[in-house]
């Protein structure tokens, strides 16, 4: 009799550290998550012509190639040119990095892309952050957040641009 209680009372005990283990492993099975917050900007969206895409200094999480390749492929059919600048890896003001790109290129706006967060091995994560500018400015009037757990940006570049598309950018 002592011996059954001892039992149930460690199946008590471990039954918390199931639970919570469970709950972490179906947390590693969740989709993909998107966000978008569109801010507060006053006037209404000018139609985008040109975007100048801003990508993290490093492919160490995301293609910057397959992305830009990505946003070419979805805007192209919209008549948007489209240009992939980079940020370099000690960048403190971004507008000195791009103001190359956006007097030659004159950009309709800029997104810029950055890699929050990342991690590899058996279960990567991935946090991407995007924010949308008018032409170079410094204001965002738009920004994105995905959070899966792989490295393919590839649904997180349709949901930007469909979010675009919905909010008369395009």
């Not at 990095?97 to 990342?118: C, H, K, M």
């Not at 091995?121 to 991407?128: K, R």
Request: charged content about 20%.
């Amino acid at each position: 009799m002592w011996r059954r209680s001892l039992l149930s009372r460690r199946r008590v005990l471990l039954a918390p550290k199931l639970v919570a283990g469970s709950l972490i492993l179906s947390a590693c099975d969740k989709p993909p998550t998107f966000a978008h917050e569109p801010l507060n900007s006053g006037s209404a969206p000018v139609r985008m012509q040109r975007l100048l895409l801003w990508l993290p200094p490093n492919d160490d999480f995301i293609d910057g190639k397959y992305i830009t390749a990505e946003f070419v492929r979805l805007l192209t059919p919209f008549g948007i040119v489209v240009e992939a600048g980079r940020a370099s890896s000690v960048e403190l003001y971004r507008g000195t990095e791009q103001s190359e790109i956006v007097q030659r290129f004159n950009p309709t706006y800029t997104l810029e892309i950055d890699v929050a967060r990342g991690s590899s091995g058996n279960s990567p994560s991935l946090l991407v952050r995007a924010a949308l500018y008018r032409g170079g400015g410094s204001k965002p009037l738009e920004k994105f957040h995905h959070h899966a757990q792989s490295k393919d940006p590839r649904r997180f570049v349709q949901q930007i641009v469909e979010s675009l598309k919905a909010g008369g950018y395009l």
